[in-house]
């Protein structure tokens, strides 16, 4: 922006017209529907649902309160919507506020435009600068919104009546901008109730101040279902205040599931694409389960965990064994199940039964994959083998060269070749992980036995 305008008549005479918030959001949103270009990138499994309710509200010019559990991407929406605005806009140079040139607000920026006219001086704000995020606690003021007077700017000599005197919260900062407030029920009601002006009347009031300020702000708010009886709820006259009000919900296609530990989960280690699909059935499963409570939800974040979690365990393994190509395995996803328990919260009466309950959850999702993937794979060479006596160990700590040389030998078959293939497995590790996910089908279609303990697992 060195080439920008650098004074409010240099502005002028460039064009420029002055836009609300609004209007840049729909302009923008239009503009990128109309080329077909996505403005929500990132964002799984909610094309069809939420994306087109707040496409129409954004469009319509609403305040929206996103509504849904926890873990259902309402925070990742919303820093989405950064992307809507222009990239870079004018504001008054040293503006407390981020005004406009063409409109100034505060007692300060409007006696500077009257004092330089033209020669006001303009810098250029990124549209980064202009999206803020304030989490809801109940210990957030009103001072920390909206603003109080600030006792350094007393001690200067002005006096209290002095609207300069005002220290302005992280609503009017955000003027010209979008502010998102999340888990606004969690937020006291005394402070809800300051939010009214802003969120109709578009001024804030301070104290006893008199002092208007015509804001031009988005607000954007994320509540979970169970707040509005259980910690808090959101008053009446704000809710009405919202224009839309959205509900949000878990990705409803195991391959937007699937996209989205992908996308999120930081991998230390390769994990193959049908551990990750386990990890997307495991966490499905858990949603529809009985003994888990599905008012506060499973999240995102559980499959994402044990995503990072069974690649931390192939990389402690690869690590201690010297392999070259950390890899997970299925014996990896019983580290995952050790330390996700604490992410979910089970039904009154499963009391002790939380590890049972997972661990038989993991089962069937390692059987549905083992179904999905390696179907039509005729294995009854290998049951033959493991019937004659044959042994395969792995483990926690067993290399995938132990793991594949102590495979049974059957004879010309390519069965192992053809499990290889099906999962796209190219080094040993992959194969390793490969021939390891055939096993547990077998030992889960009780084709074959298995024996766990002292982190060895013998299948026989």
């Known amino acids: 922006m060195n080439d920008a305008p650098s004074t409010v008549g240099e502005l002028r005479a460039s064009g420029h017209v002055q836009k609300s918030v609004r209007e840049e959001v729909r302009d923008n949103l239009l503009a990128a529907l109309a080329e077909g270009s996505d403005p929500w990138p990132g964002l799984h499994g909610l094309e069809d649902t939420v994306i087109p309710q707040l496409e129409r509200a954004l469009i319509a010019g609403h305040d929206v309160v996103l509504l849904g559990e926890r873990g259902q991407g309402k925070t990742r929406l919303l820093r989405t919507l950064v992307g809507l605005l222009d990239e870079w806009t004018p504001?008054?140079?040293?503006?407390?506020?981020?005004?406009?040139?063409?409109?100034?607000?505060?007692?300060?920026?409007?006696?500077?435009?009257?004092?330089?006219?033209?020669?006001?001086?303009?810098?250029?704000?990124?549209?980064?600068?202009?999206?803020?995020?304030?989490?809801?606690?109940?210990?957030?003021?009103?001072?920390?919104?909206?603003?109080?007077?600030?006792?350094?700017?007393?001690?200067?000599?002005?006096?209290?009546?002095?609207?300069?005197?005002?220290?302005?919260?992280?609503?009017?900062?955000?003027?010209?901008?979008?502010?998102?407030?999340?888990?606004?029920?969690?937020?006291?009601?005394?402070?809800?109730?300051?939010?009214?002006?802003?969120?109709?009347?578009?001024?804030v009031q301070i104290r006893g101040y008199v002092l208007r300020l015509p804001l031009d702000?988005?607000?954007?708010?994320?509540?979970?279902?169970?707040?509005?009886?259980?910690?808090?709820?959101?008053?009446?006259?704000?809710?009405?205040?919202?224009?839309?009000?959205?509900?949000?919900?878990?990705?409803?296609?195991?391959?937007?599931?699937?996209?989205?530990?992908?996308?999120?989960?930081?991998?230390?280690?390769t994990v193959p694409d049908f551990l990750l699909e386990i990890l997307a059935r495991f966490t499905r499963a858990l949603r529809e389960s009985n003994a888990v409570d599905q008012r506060s939800g499973v999240s995102a974040r559980f499959a994402i965990a044990g995503a990072e979690t069974v690649a931390a365990a192939a990389l402690h393994r690869a690590t201690i064994q010297g392999e070259e190509h950390a890899v997970a395995r299925v014996v990896d996803?019983?580290?995952?199940?050790?330390?996700?328990?604490?992410?979910?919260?089970?039904?009154?009466?499963?009391d002790g039964r939380e590890r049972e309950i997972l661990?038989?959850?993991?089962?069937t999702a390692t059987a549905e994959t083992v179904r999905h993937r390696l179907r039509g794979i005729d294995f009854a060479l290998l049951v033959e083998a493991f019937g004659s006596g044959a042994t395969v160990m792995t483990g926690e700590q067993v290399a995938a060269t132990d793991v594949l040389a102590g495979l049974p030998v059957l004879g010309e078959s390519e069965l192992y070749d053809e499990v290889i293939a099906r999962l796209g497995a190219t080094d040993d590790g992959e194969r390793a992980s490969a021939i390891e996910l055939a096993l547990e089908g077998l030992f889960l279609a009780r084709k074959i036995g298995k024996d766990s303990g002292g982190g060895e697992t013998v299948y026989g």
Request: no cysteine; charged share 30%.
């Open 359 to 363: 661990a038989h959850v993991l089962r």
């Open 217 to 269: 702000v988005l607000v954007m708010a994320t509540a979970n279902p169970e707040d509005y009886t259980n910690r808090g709820r959101i008053i009446t006259p704000l809710k009405d205040r919202f224009g839309a009000e959205i509900r949000t919900h878990y990705p409803l296609e195991l391959e937007d599931e699937i996209a989205v530990v992908k996308q999120e989960a930081a991998l230390v280690a």
């Open 91 to 203: 504001v008054i140079a040293g503006s407390e506020l981020g005004e406009h040139p063409y409109e100034p607000i505060t007692p300060v920026s409007r006696r500077r435009a009257d004092e330089l006219g033209d020669a006001l001086p303009v810098e250029w704000r990124h549209r980064d600068e202009r999206y803020a995020e304030k989490l809801a606690t109940p210990d957030t003021s009103v001072a920390d919104l909206i603003g109080d007077v600030d006792p350094m700017k007393v001690a200067e000599g002005r006096s209290l009546g002095d609207p300069e005197t005002i220290h302005f919260g992280l609503v009017p900062r955000s003027h010209r901008g979008i502010v998102a407030i999340n888990e606004l029920p969690d937020l006291a009601e005394r402070i809800q109730v300051a939010m009214l002006n802003v969120m109709e009347e578009r001024d």
């Open 333 to 350: 996803l019983e580290t995952a199940v050790d330390v996700l328990g604490g992410k979910i919260e089970f039904e009154t009466g499963e």
